[in-house]
Each structure stands twice: as C-alpha cells, then as structure tokens.
C-alpha cells in the first residue's frame, strides 16, 4: 500500500467531510477514494471515519491521527523539495569572478555560460584565493581569478589582459589635463586596492610595477570597486579599474601614461572542468578568442 497516497486520501476525506467532495478536490472517483480509506484503515487496523448517508465524520481515533496524518504529508513535501534542490545543484554549473571584474562583465560571464550549459548558473564573487580554495574543495566549477595567483594542482586558461582606467579625485592637480597621466602625478595619493590577502603574487606584482614606474604608493584597502569609488570620491585614494563605465560625482577617469596596466585575468578549474563550451564561453565573454 503507498502509505502517502493513502494518507492523503484520509486528510481529504476528513477535511471535506464528504466522500464526493473528497474525491473531486482529488481529482478521482469516489469508489476508489472509498476504498482506499479501507485499506488504510485495514493496514492500520483502526477505524477511522464514521459513514452515514449525510456525509463522513472523524470518530475519537480519527481525530487523533489526523494532525499526525497531515505532519507526514508536510515532512514528505519538504524531503521532496530539499531534494529537487540538491538535484538542481547538482546540475548546475557553479562559477566564480573576482570582485574586480564588473557587474556588467559577470552578468554577461553567466548569460554566456548558460547559453552554453542549456541549465542553471550559479555564481559567486570572491577573492582569488578564496575561489582556488573553492576549486580545489569541488565548491566551484570554474573560476576567474586575478594572475599571477598560487594555483597548485588546478588547470588554467591564458591569461586575458583586461583594459583598466585611472580614477582620481577631480580636485586633484593632475586632474587638469584631460590627457594621459603619469603615475608619479598621484604620488600624494594612497592606492585603493584589495588587500594582499586577496592575492599576494598579484597584489606584490602590482606595487612593484608601479614602483618601477616611479611611484611607490601607501596603500588604503578596497574589497571592490564600490569601496574603490568612495575612497577616491572623498579625495583620500586613486584607482585603477576595469569597469568602463564607472565614475562618480567627484572623480575623473584618465588614462595612464605610457604602458597600460591591464587586469590581469584567468580562468582555472580542477581536473577536465565544466563542458568545453562553458570554458569557451568565458574566454569569448571577456575578449579572448578560445585556443588563442
């Protein structure tokens, strides 16, 4: 006997008060709704409903077992639900970007590579080490992390060199000229940046390239651009960003002089990966043509 179905049959029965009415919330005919309360009744070995030509009443077990009857249909519920939840993860591909690519370039990241999966997407934003960390665990599918980073054992895509635009304070003298600025202008000015525990290679690369080109900046910690945009608005920071359209009353974007300094960007996976197609759709997504 299914047990469930058969509950079902008796919370129908005891909430419509009436074998006809039961049966139609049920979407059946009465005789088998009928016998199906016999038989739950049979397997229980209790009497459950007392019938009379006026309709169907609980007698003293019925009531008793009635909200029990009804906690097991809701636990059942739930274990399906919790259930299809785990299967949808499961089928999902899980992805990961840094907060340093922007809102606009993660969506499009997650468009793409559900395009690609024909299912769902999931993704999080968090440091570099943070998703290796999440690639080794199996958390993540694939990741975009800034490079250079401490991969391990972890596959890697090329790297993919992100165009990046320096935001300044607009009261600041370098602000002036709308040309090109050299980096030494802003040496009275902290850099807004992730911390190194964001990515130690990648955030030392960057200090010392900077530090080649004549500036040797203090450093203010900013876990995204948002953070970025507020430290160089008030006037206490420059940025570099990747994000091409953000600005804020308060600060100008200018170029920097002489050698761009790029975003540096790879994605990296664990053993053979997502699909080949969701790989490709990342690279494509963020300019970089796949095998290339």
Do not use: K, Y
């Not at 009857?69 to 970007?97: C, F, K, P, T």
């Not at 999440?134 to 992390?145: E, H, K, Y």
């Not at 960057?206 to 900013?222: C, F, N």
């Not at 300094?261 to 790879?266: K, Q, S, V």
């Amino acid at each position: 006997m299914d047990l469930l179905r058969h509950l079902d049959f008796f919370v129908a029965i005891a909430e419509q008060e009436h074998f006809g009415r039961a049966a139609a919330r049920l979407g059946m005919a009465q005789p088998p709704l009928s016998q199906g309360l016999q038989r739950l009744e049979r397997s229980l070995g209790v009497v459950l409903v007392q019938r009379s030509s006026r309709g169907a009443r609980l007698n003293a077990a019925g009531r008793d077992l009635l909200p029990r009857a009804r906690a097991l249909l809701q636990d059942a519920e739930d274990l399906r639900r919790v259930a299809n939840a785990h299967a949808a993860a499961a089928a999902s591909v899980r992805i990961g970007v840094v907060p340093q690519l922007s809102a606009r370039a993660a969506a499009s990241v997650a468009a793409a590579c559900h395009a690609a999966c024909g299912g769902p997407v999931e993704v999080v934003t968090a440091p570099t080490t943070e998703l290796v960390d999440s690639v080794n665990g199996g958390q993540v599918d694939l990741a975009v992390v800034v490079h250079p980073a401490l991969l391990g054992a972890l596959s890697s895509g090329p790297v993919l060199r992100i165009a990046t635009t320096l935001l300044l304070p607009a009261g600041h003298p370098a602000a002036a000229s709308p040309g090109p600025i050299v980096l030494r202008a802003v040496r009275d000015l902290a850099l807004a940046t992730p911390t190194r525990a964001h990515g130690s290679a990648a955030h030392d690369l960057l200090l010392d390239t900077l530090e080649q080109r004549g500036l040797v900046p203090t450093t203010l910690s900013a876990e995204d651009d948002r953070a970025a945009l507020m430290l160089v608005a008030t006037g206490r920071a420059f940025a570099l960003t990747a994000d091409p359209n953000l600005t804020a009353p308060g600060v100008v974007r200018r170029a920097v002089a002489g050698d761009p300094l790029p975003l540096r960007l790879r994605t990296v996976w664990r053993g053979s990966g997502p699909a080949p197609a969701v790989h490709d759709a990342v690279l494509t997504t963020l300019g970089q043509e796949p095998g290339a």
